[in-house]
């Protein structure tokens, strides 16, 4: 028998930010990789840490915006940020991991509205984030090298 999955939408609800009182969200930022599950393990987390305060309602442009402001290698036009939610499992020291969207800077995504809110993030979860640049030139193949024979006579 095949599982069946149904999709809940989270009903968004405007969040008044004059009074109501912003979360902590732990961001860690890595240039061109996402950080290893197993530095998330019993409590540790990675060294590159990015503290934020937010509300449920911010979206992934507006974290991207916020990263830009601090992470100087990632203004650059065209670089792309990943976003991936780590959570922990209950009653268990591992995390698991959930890509929720990707934006892409100085250019429009399909998930530059997506909140905190749409996604499974809880308070207490990590985001992992990681932050490609463009490629500046197209990169050529390396040359082929053939490798000559030897000729070999017999006589």
């Not at 599982?3 to 009903?11: F, G, I, N, P």
């Not at 990707?102 to 509205?113: E, H, K, L, M």
Request: glycine fraction near 4%; charge should be positive; hydrophobic fraction near 35%.
């Amino acid at each position: 028998m095949a599982a069946v999955e149904s999709l809940v939408k989270v009903e968004e609800k405007p969040v008044n930010r004059e009074k109501t009182c912003p979360l902590l969200l732990r961001v860690f930022c890595a240039m061109e990789h996402h950080n290893n599950l197993s530095e998330y393990y019993r409590g540790a987390v990675p060294g590159n840490e990015l503290q934020i305060y937010t509300w449920m309602d911010a979206t992934l442009r507006e974290l991207t915006g916020l990263i830009k402001e601090v992470n100087i290698e990632s203004r650059v036009r065209g670089t792309t940020f990943d976003f991936v939610l780590v959570s922990p499992e209950y009653n268990c020291p591992r995390f698991n991991a959930f890509e929720i969207g990707q934006t892409v800077a100085g250019n429009r995504s399909p998930d530059d509205s997506k909140t905190l809110a749409n996604t499974r993030f809880t308070i207490g979860d990590y985001l992992d984030v990681c932050i490609t640049p463009p490629e500046r030139f197209m990169r050529r193949p390396a040359p082929m090298r053939y490798i000559k024979k030897k000729k070999t006579f017999n006589h």
